[in-house]
C-alpha cells in the first residue's frame, strides 16, 4: 500500500500544480480565486455522490490592512506625544484604544467587528460526500482552504528576524499607548505642569524606523500558495478519490470534502459554513480533520491549540491520530500554534464544540531559516512527496479504523 499512497501524492502535488499554472495566485475576491474554485468542484465532483457551492461575503482588507493601519495610528500616537496637549492625547487616545480593539479583534481573535468597513468580495466554500455503502452513523470532515494569501515581506527578507521585525513595533506602538493614557489621564487631572519626559519622546521618534516598515507589512503581491495550501485541497480530492473506489468504501462513515474560501482573512469560510449547516454538523457524530500546509515530513505535526493559541483541540483524537501514525512508522510531531503564530480553520470548528483536529508541515519556531508560507517561494517544488503521502496514509488508515469500530460497536 506504500507504493499506492506514494502515487496518489505524487498525484496531489501534479494537481496542485496544474491549478497554480493555470490560474495563478488565488487571493479572495480575485478572478483566479473564482476559476480555481470552479475547477476544484469539478475535479471533487468526479469522486463524490454530490457536491455543493455556497457563496458568501468576505472583507479580505479586514486583514490585509492591517500594517498601514497599525502605522499610521503609531504615527498619530507618536505626533499626540510630541505636541504633549490635553487636545492631542486626546485625539490620540481615542485613535490608539480604536486601533487596539481593531488590532485584537482582527488579528489575534478573527472576529467580524471591523468587515464592514472595508469592501466586500464573494467568497465561495465548495464541498463534496462521499456516502458509505451502508446508513452513516457518523461523519468526518476533511478541511483545508483553496485561497492564497497577498505575501507578507517580512517572511521573505531575513525570515530569522522576523519575530523581531513585528513585536519591536508591537512594544513600541504598547508603550505609546501607555504614555497617552498617562499623561492624558494627568491633563484631565490637572495635575500640575506634567509634561511627558524628552526621552521618551526621543525612543518613541527614533522608534519610527522600526515602526515604518509596517506599512507594506502585507504587500499587495500575492503569493501562489501551493502548500498553503492548495496541497490541502489536493489531499482532501485524492481522500474521495480512495473511498469512493469500491474496493475502499467505508461501511457506515460518511467523508465530506469542505474546501473553504477566505481562510487567510480570518477564516472566513469555515465561519460561514458552521453557521450555515448547523444540522449537518449537529444531528450527526462529526469529527473534523483540517489539513493545512504541508511541506517537509519532519515538520509535519498534530495541534494542540489553534487560532495563536488560545483555542484547544481535540486531545482524544489527537491521541488517535498519533496513535494510528505510530503504527504506520510516522513519529508525527505535537505543537501548539503560538501567540502571532496565526490560525486555521480548525479553529473554528472547535470553537463550535465539534471534535476537531489540526494536521500541518510547516515550522511554527520564532526563529526559522526560511518560511515558504505566505511568500513568492511558495510553489510544488516545496512540497514534499513523502509529506503528503504520510498525511494520506495516516487519514485514510485513521478513517477505515474508526469506520471498522463503529460498525462493530
Not at 468587515?115 to 456516502?131: A, R
Request: proline share 3%; net charge positive; hydrophobic share 45%.
Amino acid at each position: 500500500m506504500k507504493e499506492i499512497y506514494a502515487k496518489y501524492a505524487e498525484s496531489a502535488i501534479k494537481l496542485t500544480a496544474v491549478i497554480i499554472e493555470k490560474h495563478g495566485p488565488r487571493v479572495s475576491g480575485t478572478q483566479g480565486n473564482l476559476n480555481a474554485s470552479s475547477d476544484l468542484q469539478t475535479m471533487l465532483s468526479k469522486h463524490c455522490t454530490s457536491t455543493k457551492r455556497e457563496s458568501f461575503g468576505i472583507h479580505p482588507n479586514s486583514l490585509f490592512a492591517i500594517g498601514k493601519i497599525f502605522t499610521v495610528i503609531y504615527l498619530i500616537g507618536l505626533i499626540a506625544v510630541m505636541i504633549d496637549s490635553k487636545i492631542s492625547l486626546g485625539i490620540g487616545l481615542l485613535c490608539m484604544v480604536i486601533g487596539t480593539v481593531y488590532f485584537i479583534t482582527q488579528f489575534i481573535l478573527y472576529l467580524d467587528t471591523f468587515d464592514g468597513l472595508f469592501k466586500k468580495v464573494l467568497g465561495n466554500n465548495i464541498s463534496g460526500i462521499v456516502e458509505p455503502k451502508n446508513t452513516f452513523d457518523q461523519q468526518v470532515i476533511i478541511v483545508s482552504h483553496h485561497d492564497s494569501s497577498p505575501v507578507y515581506p517580512f517572511y521573505e527578507k531575513a525570515p530569522m528576524l522576523f519575530t523581531l521585525r513585528l513585536f519591536v513595533p508591537v512594544l513600541l506602538f504598547l508603550v505609546c499607548l501607555l504614555v497617552v493614557i498617562v499623561s492624558y489621564w494627568f491633563s484631565v487631572l490637572d495635575l500640575g505642569n506634567q509634561k511627558i519626559p524628552v526621552w521618551i519622546k526621543y525612543i518613541l521618534l527614533f522608534g519610527v524606523i522600526s515602526v515604518l516598515p509596517m506599512f507594506g507589512y502585507i504587500s499587495n503581491r500575492e503569493s501562489p500558495g501551493a502548500g498553503d495550501n492548495l496541497i490541502g485541497c489536493a489531499i482532501g480530492i485524492k481522500l474521495a478519490e480512495i473511498f469512493q473506489n469500491p474496493d475502499n468504501v467505508l461501511q457506515n462513515t460518511r467523508i465530506i470534502v469542505l474546501l473553504t474560501d477566505g481562510e487567510e482573512v480570518g477564516q472566513k469560510g469555515a465561519k460561514f459554513f458552521i453557521k450555515n449547516n448547523q444540522d449537518l454538523l449537529k444531528k450527526t457524530k462529526t469529527i473534523v480533520i483540517n489539513i493545512d500546509s504541508i511541506y517537509e515530513y519532519e515538520d509535519i505535526a498534530v495541534v494542540r491549540r489553534d487560532r495563536n493559541g488560545f483555542t484547544r483541540l481535540s486531545s482524544d483524537l489527537l491521541i488517535d491520530i498519533k496513535t494510528v501514525a505510530i503504527d504506520l512508522g510516522h513519529a508525527f510531531k505535537t505543537i501548539s500554534i503560538p501567540f502571532g503564530g496565526g490560525g486555521t480553520d480548525g479553529g473554528q470548528f472547535a470553537r463550535d464544540k465539534i471534535k476537531t483536529i489540526n494536521i500541518i508541515g510547516t515550522p511554527t519556531s520564532a526563529f526559522r531559516k526560511e518560511i515558504i508560507f505566505h511568500s513568492m517561494k511558495d510553489s510544488p517544488d516545496k512540497i514534499s512527496k513523502k509529506a503528503v503521502s504520510a498525511v494520506i496514509k495516516v487519514v485514510s488508515e485513521y478513517l477505515k479504523k474508526i469506520d471498522i469500530t463503529e460498525t462493530n460497536s
